[in-house]
């Protein structure tokens, strides 16, 4: 897996080697020992070759929605944005007369892009990852139990 990291020379990407292999705390280690290597400018072009899908946080710049370009020959890449509040909508049950209520809240949003190619990727699973990513932002302790 690929991570985009911004560094002295600019935005690079290192690979986490076997990260289908690791679990949580050493994917984020292996992260952040690669993100120290691209600011300190001794990331090796082999560390940054052989990845198969990227993810990108362009948000800790400010980017409110983008599209992320696709670096063939990966099959994807995730692309996050800025977290900033929003007024929307929401309904609940009105428990007395149980009809749906609308109100409008300030809740946090985050527009997510997913490019992919689609001679690999059918755009089914596609939509279906994008949901599950939907799901393990919006309540992370499930996908730290594995629920």
């Not at 892009?113 to 690999?120: E, G, T, V």
């Amino acid at each position: 897996i690929g991570v985009a990291v911004g560094g002295p020379r600019g935005l690079v990407v290192p690979i986490v080697r076997d990260a289908d292999q690791l679990n949580f705390a050493e994917i984020e280690i292996e992260i952040s020992r690669l993100a120290t290597r691209v600011k300190e400018g001794t990331i090796t072009l082999p560390e940054m070759e052989g990845g198969t899908f990227t993810i990108s946080n362009g948000g800790i710049y400010g980017s409110m929605m983008s599209t992320p370009i696709l670096n063939p020959p990966q099959s994807g890449i995730l692309g996050m944005h800025n977290i900033v509040k929003r007024a929307v909508v929401v309904s609940e049950q009105n428990p007395a007369t149980g009809t749906s209520v609308d109100k409008i809240e300030i809740r946090p949003m985050m527009y997510i892009a997913l490019s992919y190619d689609h001679r690999i990727v059918d755009g089914k699973e596609a939509v279906t990852f994008l949901v599950k990513v939907k799901q393990a932002i919006e309540d992370p302790v499930r996908l730290l139990l594995g629920v």
